[in-house]
């Protein structure tokens, strides 16, 4: 018995940490964001300039600025990292309320570590299509730059 409860609080300060974590990410991102005013993914490359775009931060259509490449290369990949976060901390907190999630479950017709699963599936799924998504998208941006 004690034995499990060292790995749940194991466990617990790991899905805590991880969920903190990626909330600095997500801060830091949105602080990235506000400064060079928009995203890389946002932006684009013409001409050889390099361009983020933020939506409705200074007006409600939106504006580009120009950026150096340095700037619009780590716009791009901090981008990316949002997914892969929220799907780190969305299963972090999955978690840590999976127990409360199977109690409340015990009397349904599905049980509750059915319903943790699927929600983990789901999230899963969703955040890889959409970092893949934005992976592919930088590539493109890049190739795409270079002829």
């Not at 490359?45 to 259509?61: K, P, Q, T």
């Not at 599905?110 to 799924?125: D, F, H, K, R």
């Amino acid at each position: 018995m004690h034995q499990t409860a060292t790995i749940r609080d194991a466990r617990g300060r790991l899905c805590k940490g991880l969920a903190v974590l990626c909330l600095l990410n997500l801060a830091a991102y949105t602080a990235a964001y506000a400064w060079v005013g928009g995203d890389a993914w946002n932006g684009g490359i013409e001409d050889g300039a390099y361009y983020v775009g933020g939506h409705f931060l200074h007006s409600v259509e939106g504006s580009r600025t120009p950026v150096t490449r340095g700037v619009w290369m780590y716009s791009y990949l901090h981008s990316i990292t949002v997914w892969p976060s929220l799907g780190v901390f969305l299963l972090a907190v999955l978690a840590l309320v999976r127990p409360h999630i199977v109690a409340t479950f015990r009397e349904g017709a599905i049980s509750g570590g059915t319903v943790v699963a699927i929600l983990g599936a789901i999230v899963v799924l969703l955040t890889a299509v959409a970092t893949i998504m934005f992976t592919a998208d930088f590539i493109r941006a890049i190739c795409g730059s270079l002829g």
